[in-house]
């Protein structure tokens, strides 16, 4: 898998039955919505009410403030 941030490999690993990702240049971290909800249960938080569709109030997401 590449990572979404800066195109380099991931590593996968597991923690407590929970797949992580990470990237093996600028580090980020990638989990599943499966992965995400466990993490969440395990640590005993809640997670907030879900987002509308695309997130973004139906406008499409095309990257134009992004830092490089």
Do not use: F
Request: with cysteine; net charge positive; charged share 20%.
């Amino acid at each position: 898998m590449q990572c979404p941030k800066c195109h380099a490999g991931m590593v996968g690993y597991q923690r407590d039955g929970i797949l992580i990702e990470q990237c093996m240049v600028c580090r980020a971290v990638l989990i599943g919505e499966y992965e995400l909800v466990r993490l969440v249960e395990t640590c005993g938080c809640t997670l907030p009410p879900p987002l509308p569709s695309n997130g973004h109030g139906g406008r499409h997401y095309e990257g134009r403030h992004r830092r490089n």
